[in-house]
C-alpha cells in the first residue's frame, strides 16, 4: 500500500499514516499538480527518500530542478530490492515521468530474419521487428550484414522469395541457378534435408560455428564413405569457407557470450553504444539516446542504463559486460547480487580493448549521424525565449487533410530536443465529415490533449497550426479543455507572394515576421512541414484503401494481398466477376480451393 509524506519547507512532513518505510521499494515524486515527476527505486526507502533533503556539492540542474519541485512522495514497498527495480522499471516504461533518464534506441539498424515458424523458412533482411521470427541483429555494419546474409545463403541455399511466389511456382528461379537456393518450392529438396540447413544457419548466424563445421564434417565423410566425390567436395567448401571467415573476425575466447558497452556525449545529444559479442563474433550492435541531453554524468547514464537493460532481458540466464565508464556502488552492488540473470562485469585488459575501441567508434559514429538536428536545442531555447516561456522539451503540430470534406484525418507530429520523434507521431480520423478544417483541428487537439492526460503523459509546452491569426483564434475558441491555458498556442502562416522566406508568426499578442529569426523560422517550417508530409501520406493510403473496395470485400477468407492478385490480373475488380472457374485458377496465390469458393460467390451475385 502506498504512503504519503509532503515536503514542506524541506522537511519531510508524514502523514498520519505511518513513517516512510526502511524496507525495500519504489517511491515516486510528485509536484504541486499532482504529476509524477520522478519514479526510483531504493533497498531502503526512508534513507533514500530522506537523501534528497540533502544539498550535495557537484549537484547537475537536473537534481536541483527536480528537488525544488517535489511536493509529497508516494512509496511502493516490495519483498526485494529486484522486485523494487522490476516494479520501477515497469512504472517509468508505462509513464515516462520527466525526471527520469530514459533511452530511445535507435530502430534504424536492420536485422537478419529467419521465418522458422514455415516449413521451408526464408532468410531476410529487415528494420521491422517480428516475434514470431528467428532474428539476429540489428546490426550497425550494413554492408558486413549483407555479406553475412550472401555468405550464409550460399552456404546453406535458404530461399529469400515471397511466400505467394514460393507457393506457386512451376520451376526453379534464378536463384537456383546461381547456386544461392536449393529450390524447395518445386521439391528439389526434402523438408528434412531443409530443415537441416536452417538449423545449420541459425547456428552459423549465432556465431556456433563449431557446430556447424562438425555438422558438415559429418555430411563430407557420409558421402566420401559412398564414393559420391561430388557432394563431399561441396561439403568440404562449405568448410573452407566458414573457417576462412572464422580468420577474419575478432575472435575473444573464455566466454560464450559478452556485451560490451560504450557512452560518449557531445554538446548536442548522448549515445550509449552495445556491442554483442557471440563465441568470438561480433554478431550485433545497437544504439541508444538518453531522451533529454542535460548535464547528467556519464556514470549516473550508464547506470541508469544498466538496471533497465539487466531486468529487461528475459532470456539469458547469465550477462556478461565490459566497459571503460565508472558506474554507481549501488548499481555494482545491485549487479554482484543478482541471482537471474547472474551477471558478471569484466576488468578491460589488453585482450579485449580492441573491443571496447570498436564500441567507442560506433557511438562516436552515431552521435555524428545523429547530428542532423543538432541544431534543434538551440532553435526550442531561442523559441522559448521568444515566446517568454519557462521551458520548451516537447512541441507538436497538427494538420488536417480530406477529399472534399469525406474522410478527413488529422495528423500530430511531435519534436523535442532530438529531432522528430515519430514514435509518438499519431494520425487521428476525423469522425465527422466536414469541410471546417478549423473544428477538426479542435476536435484533434482535444482528442490528443485527453489521451496524453489519461496515460499521465506529459502535454507539449506549445502547439502549432497551420493558418492566420482567425484560425489560430477560431481552434482556440472550439477547444474545451481544462490544459488549454497552460499550452501555448500559435500559428504559422504565408507572407507576401506566399513565399516561405515571409512566413510569418501568429501569437494571442502579436505577429512576427519569421526573416529574422532564422532558428526559429527553421524550427517551425520544419514542423508545419513534417505535419503536412505525414497527413498527406496518410491520406493516400488511405484513399488507396478506398478506391480497391469492391464486391470482392464480401468473400470471406480472401485478404487485401489475393484481392489485389485478382485486381492486377484481370484488370479491375468488374472483369473479376466477369471470369472463368479455370481464369480464376491461374491466378499466382489462388488454388483450387479459393477459386471455387470465388466462382460461387460470383455466380450468386
Known amino acids: 500500500m502506498a504512503k504519503q509524506a509532503h515536503f514542506k519547507n524541506n522537511k519531510l512532513v508524514f502523514n498520519q499514516d505511518s513513517e516512510i518505510s526502511e524496507s525495500s521499494g519504489v517511491y515516486k515524486f510528485f509536484n504541486s499538480q499532482n504529476e509524477i515527476l520522478y519514479i526510483g527505486k531504493a533497498k531502503n526507502l526512508k534513507k533514500r527518500v530522506k537523501s534528497y533533503l540533502k544539498v550535495r556539492k557537484g549537484e547537475g540542474k537536473r537534481i536541483s530542478k527536480l528537488k525544488s ?28 515521468p520527466p525526471f527520469n533518464i530514459q533511452f530511445r534506441d535507435d530502430k534504424s539498424y536492420p536485422a537478419i530474419h529467419l521465418t522458422t515458424q514455415q516449413d521451408f523458412p526464408a532468410i531476410y533482411v529487415s528494420r521491422q521487428k517480428n516475434t514470431k521470427n528467428t532474428s539476429f541483429g540489428p546490426f550497425a555494419n550494413v554492408g558486413a550484414m549483407r555479406l553475412n546474409v550472401n555468405l550464409t545463403r550460399s552456404l546453406f541455399k535458404l530461399r529469400n ?82 573457417r576462412d571467415t572464422q580468420k577474419k573476425q575478432n575472435v575473444l575466447t573464455g566466454f560464450k557470450e559478452l556485451d560490451v558497452l560504450a557512452v560518449r556525449k557531445n554538446k548536442f545529444s548522448t549515445c550509449l553504444s552495445v556491442l554483442k559479442v557471440e563465441a568470438g563474433w561480433i554478431n550485433s550492435s545497437q544504439n541508444f539516446y538518453p531522451v533529454s541531453n542535460d548535464d547528467t554524468s556519464e556514470e549516473e547514464l550508464l547506470s541508469a542504463f544498466l538496471e533497465s537493460y539487466v531486468v529487461n532481458d528475459k532470456k539469458r540466464k547469465e550477462i556478461n559486460l565490459l566497459f571503460k565508464e565508472n558506474i554507481s556502488q549501488d548499481t555494482k552492488s545491485f549487479l554482484n547480487n543478482l541471482r537471474l540473470p547472474r551477471v558478471n562485469i569484466l576488468k578491460p585488459s ?35 525565449k521568444f515566446l517568454n516561456l519557462n521551458e520548451i522539451n516537447k512541441i507538436e503540430a497538427f494538420d488536417i487533410s480530406h477529399t472534399s470534406g469525406k474522410e478527413v484525418s488529422a495528423s500530430c507530429v511531435v519534436m523535442n530536443k532530438s529531432g522528430p520523434d515519430k514514435k509518438n507521431y499519431r494520425i487521428m ?164 480451393n479459393k477459386a471455387n469458393q470465388i466462382f460461387r460467390f460470383i455466380k450468386n451475385q
Not at 589488453?350 to 542532423?372: G, M, Y
Not at 502549432?464 to 497552460?486: E, F, R
Request: charged content about 35%.
Open 69 to 96: 519541485n517535489i511536493k509529497y512522495v508516494e512509496t511502493i514497498i516490495t519483498k526485494t530490492e529486484s522486485d523494487a527495480l522490476i516494479l520501477e522499471q515497469g512504472l517509468i516504461s508505462k509513464i515516462r
Open 161 to 242: 522469395c515471397k511466400d505467394i511466389n514460393f507457393r506457386n511456382r512451376s520451376r526453379p528461379c534464378i536463384e537456383y541457378q546461381m547456386k544461392r537456393c536449393s529450390a524447395p518450392c518445386v521439391g528439389y529438396i526434402s523438408k528434412n534435408e531443409y530443415t537441416l540447413d536452417v538449423k545449420n544457419a541459425i547456428n552459423f548466424l549465432s556465431g556456433d560455428s563449431k557446430r556447424v563445421v562438425k555438422n558438415l564434417s559429418k555430411k563430407m565423410d557420409l558421402y566420401s564413405e559412398k564414393k559420391d566425390y561430388e557432394r563431399a567436395i561441396i561439403y568440404r567448401d562449405k568448410i573452407q569457407s566458414i
Open 350 to 384: 589488453s585482450k579485449n580493448e580492441n573491443l571496447i575501441e570498436i564500441c567507442i567508434s560506433q557511438a562516436k559514429d552515431a552521435l555524428r549521424r545523429n547530428n542532423n538536428y543538432s541544431w534543434m536545442p538551440d532553435a526550442l531555447e531561442d523559441l522559448k
Open 429 to 592: 480520423n476525423i469522425r465527422k465529415d466536414s469541410n471546417d478544417d478549423y473544428l477538426a483541428l479542435s476536435e484533434a487537439i482535444k482528442r490528443r490533449c485527453k489521451n496524453l492526460q489519461k496515460n499521465n503523459l506529459a502535454l507539449p509546452e506549445v502547439i502549432l497550426i497551420d493558418g492566420g491569426k482567425g484560425q489560430l483564434n477560431t481552434v482556440k475558441k472550439n477547444l474545451d479543455i481544462d490544459t488549454k491555458n497552460s499550452i501555448t498556442f500559435i500559428s504559422v502562416s504565408k507572407g507576401p507572394n506566399r513565399k516561405e522566406k515571409y512566413d510569418i508568426l501568429h501569437t494571442d499578442k502579436k505577429n512576427f515576421e519569421l526573416k529574422n529569426f532564422s532558428k526559429t523560422k527553421k524550427l517551425l517550417q520544419l514542423l508545419r512541414n513534417e505535419s503536412h508530409r505525414f497527413a498527406i501520406n496518410h491520406h493516400r493510403k488511405r484513399r488507396s484503401k478506398n478506391l480497391l473496395k469492391s464486391n470482392l470485400d464480401d468473400i470471406s477468407g480472401l485478404g487485401p494481398k489475393l484481392k489485389l492478385n485478382l485486381i492486377r490480373y484481370f484488370g479491375g475488380a468488374d472483369k473479376v466477376m466477369e471470369a472463368s472457374k479455370d481464369d480464376l485458377k491461374a491466378v499466382p496465390g489462388i488454388g483450387v
